[in-house]
């Protein structure tokens, strides 16, 4: 997604008379507001700043000073003072509508939505031809998953400039959301066609031919992403992500380490150097979680052939949601809540890049086992819960985390569970976090709400381990079924995460763990669909072993 702070044109109200000093010299308002400008646009903006609060200083009610310096303050991610900056600009010319347009993207990137689409929409309706301003208005809107108003949106922004090529990108992001594919892709070429080279959107057009399932006509567009500028680091993750679903391991492998030069991969002041896969006998690990539960509860089973590399100490920091259960279950590793001293550490490495270091496969040759150990007296508490449910008692999670940039592929809706809910003998266990067993579709359905009493990732996994089965989506609490070594039936989007495989109803990840997949997009019935006589089978098998 792509916005941008807009500099106003200068305001006519500049004092041409005032002096303002620069260096040596003494300038004009007028003339000191260019020298603003300039800096900005040369990236100098510590220098922008600086002369923008000389011209603050000494013309306290110039709307354009206040203005630019906080677009300094922006590039320099100072956003409190740059939101400050831009709202006394707003003080002095509330009519202006640049300055309301990036109010709106400044408070949107400072996490507060709804004051930034109030910005946005005073911005569009001051200034309806302001392309910028409808721009970053549609983002917001896209943030709020309202995509029908994004749309609109990027479309007054290309009527307002049909060449406004990342507009016409944002256009082709929001159809992709509202799946009308065809027009997504005119939209990104129209981009590509206005910004040459314009890599970013070449990889959300091969992200949205993914999505369709056009899976080589998504790895030619993100080839292209590649070659225009190597250096994209989004372009060469999305790249190997696909070549690891397609099945090659070994350039995924590789090309995914891009991962840890993406901004919100990078981590400060890391202790120790960047492990980079050499000898590390007799020196101090330190290895760091990275992404979501599930990613790092995947990959835990690479810390017992980590220590057998020799190193003198490994120290391992997980998610706090986390940090009990591992801990627990895997006694021979030190598991630290903090990143450790400079002075306790050698080297560093992020977890998910230990089977390339260690140059293992990123799937098992074999199914694994379990892994994990939830702890025995939780284990004993929900066993003596569970004990008065005769039958198949039955764990459901169809929820991810909302905030997973692929959630609305593999999240189901709560409804198309009902069929299996109507499966007799059958008692079902919600292990939801936040969705609560009484909502919408599940009202008065018999589902047992179990929120409140597995708001740990430690007591849920006990909760697991007492039930005969977990049915989940793509999420952690599946990874964490499948480290227990708990049967789990885990329900696929059509093109799944690389992990899964494209085909399979089994992976070597988790022995216990079969996969259902989509017949079609967003087809979620014939999951269910396929569930439906092996609960059936298995409820006849309970009932008639019950032990």
């Not at 300055?99 to 689409?117: D, I, S, T």
């Not at 721009?135 to 709020?144: A, E, K, S, T, V």
């Not at 400079?342 to 098992?364: E, G, K, N, T, Y």
Request: charged share 20%; aromatic share 8%; hydrophobic share 45%.
């Amino acid at each position: 997604m792509r916005a941008n702070v807009q500099m106003n044109k200068i305001e006519a109200m500049a004092e041409s008379s005032a002096a303002i000093p620069d260096g040596k010299r003494w300038l004009s308002v007028t003339d000191a507001i260019k020298l603003v400008q300039a800096h900005l646009q040369a990236g100098r903006v510590v220098n922008a700043e600086q002369v923008a609060a000389d011209i603050v200083a000494a013309r306290p009610r110039n709307p354009d000073a206040h203005h630019l310096l906080g677009i300094a303050f922006y590039r320099q991610q100072k956003m409190e003072k740059a939101i400050k900056s831009i709202e006394r600009a707003i003080d002095l010319a509330p009519a202006t509508g640049a300055f309301h347009a990036n109010l709106a993207e400044m408070y949107r990137l400072k996490g507060q939505p709804e004051l930034g689409l109030a910005a946005g929409e005073k911005a569009v309706t001051l200034n309806p031809k302001d392309s910028q301003g409808w721009n970053n208005l549609g983002i917001i809107h896209f943030d709020r998953q309202d995509f029908v108003k994004a749309e609109s949106c990027y479309r007054n922004a290309v009527l307002a400039n049909e060449n406004f090529g990342h507009a016409w990108n944002n256009l082709g992001n929001a159809l992709v959301r509202l799946e009308r594919d065809a027009e997504a892709h005119e939209a990104f070429a129209r981009a590509i066609l206005l910004t040459p080279n314009y890599s970013e959107c070449m990889v959300n057009d091969g992200l949205s031919y993914r999505e369709e399932g056009e899976l080589d006509l998504a790895e030619e567009r993100l080839r292209q992403a590649v070659q225009v500028n190597p250096r994209n680091a989004n372009a060469q993750v999305s790249l190997a992500i696909l070549q690891k679903l397609k099945g090659d391991y070994g350039r995924g492998m590789m090309g995914y380490e891009w991962r840890l030069a993406l901004p919100e991969a990078r981590r400060q002041n890391l202790p120790g150097q960047r492990w980079k896969g050499e000898a590390i006998a007799g020196k101090r690990l330190f290895v760091y979680a990275e992404q979501g539960l599930g990613d790092v509860i995947q990959y835990l089973r690479y810390l017992a052939p980590l220590a057998m590399r020799r190193p003198a100490s490994i120290m391992v920091q997980v998610q706090p949601g986390l940090h009990k259960l591992a801990e627990l279950s895997l006694p021979g590793v030190q598991f630290v809540k903090n990143p450790p001293a400079r002075d306790q550490v050698d080297l560093h490495c992020a977890i998910m890049s230990l089977p390339f270091l260690l140059r293992l496969p990123i799937l098992p040759a074999e199914p694994q086992g379990k892994y994990l150990t939830a702890p025995e007296d939780m284990r004993i508490s929900f066993r003596e819960r569970f004990a008065k449910y005769e039958g198949l008692k039955v764990g459901l999670v169809w929820q991810g985390n909302t905030s997973h940039k692929f959630d609305h592929h593999r999240s189901m809706p709560g409804e198309f569970l009902l069929p299996l809910i109507g499966v007799p003998d059958c008692h079902f266990f919600s292990l939801q976090i936040g969705h609560k067993a009484a909502d919408g579709p599940f009202l008065d359905s018999g589902l047992v709400d179990l929120s409140k009493d597995v708001s740990s990732m430690t007591a849920t996994a006990a909760a697991i381990c007492e039930l005969d089965l977990v049915i989940a989506v793509d999420t952690s609490l599946a990874h964490l079924a499948g480290a227990l070594g708990a049967p789990v039936w885990t329900a696929l989007s059509h093109v799944p995460d690389w992990r899964w495989g494209l085909a399979a109803n089994t992976t070597p990840l988790y022995r216990s763990m079969h996969l259902f997949r989509q017949a079609g997009r967003r087809d979620w019935a014939s999951v269910v669909a396929q569930m439906e006589a092996p609960l059936r089978e298995k409820v006849a098998s309970k009932m008639t072993n019950p032990l």
